[in-house]
């Protein structure tokens, strides 16, 4: 095989590495995501960008380089159409901190986002019901 094939016969288990460390710490995951965004939009907006083309990134095979378990949403990628098969099937919800403090904080913001969420859905409830109730009046 080439240069190449060599290299990616060396990378392949660092990235299984990645992948498996990421579903094992929402940190790691996090910042493997971060990563990816950043490089994506550094390279999207570097002065040679007419030179360096973005449209011919390998967006998925990056993902999967960066050890992402998950495709990130970016308006700067909306209009490509990326496929990302996910190297680890793993939900977001159930993925948590290793770092006990950090996984009790997100278990309290996401139950107050729930809350928040029931308490906006019920007044639109009420809101939409009230709006029905006077326009039989009428």
């Given at each position: 095989g080439g240069a190449a094939e060599d290299l990616m016969?060396?990378?392949?288990?660092?990235?299984?590495e990645?992948?498996?460390l990421a579903s094992k710490d929402?940190?790691?995951m996090e910042a493997g995501?971060?990563?990816y965004v950043s490089f994506i939009r550094a390279y999207k907006e570097h002065e040679l960008a007419y030179t360096m083309m973005f449209s011919s990134l390998p967006f998925a095979r990056l993902a999967k380089g960066y050890g992402l378990l998950f495709f990130p949403k970016m308006p700067d990628l909306k209009h490509f159409k990326i496929v990302y098969k996910p190297p680890v099937k793993i939900s977001a919800r159930?993925?948590?901190?290793k770092d006990k403090n950090r996984e009790k904080?997100?278990?309290k913001t996401l139950q107050l986002r729930r809350q928040?969420?029931?308490?906006?859905?019920?007044?639109r409830e009420e809101a939409e019901a009230e709006r029905r109730k006077k326009k039989r009046k009428e």
């Open positions: 016969k060396e990378i392949t288990p660092v990235i299984r990645v992948h498996s929402r940190a790691i995501q971060r990563a159930d993925l948590k901190y904080q997100r278990q928040k969420n029931e308490e906006e859905k019920r007044a």
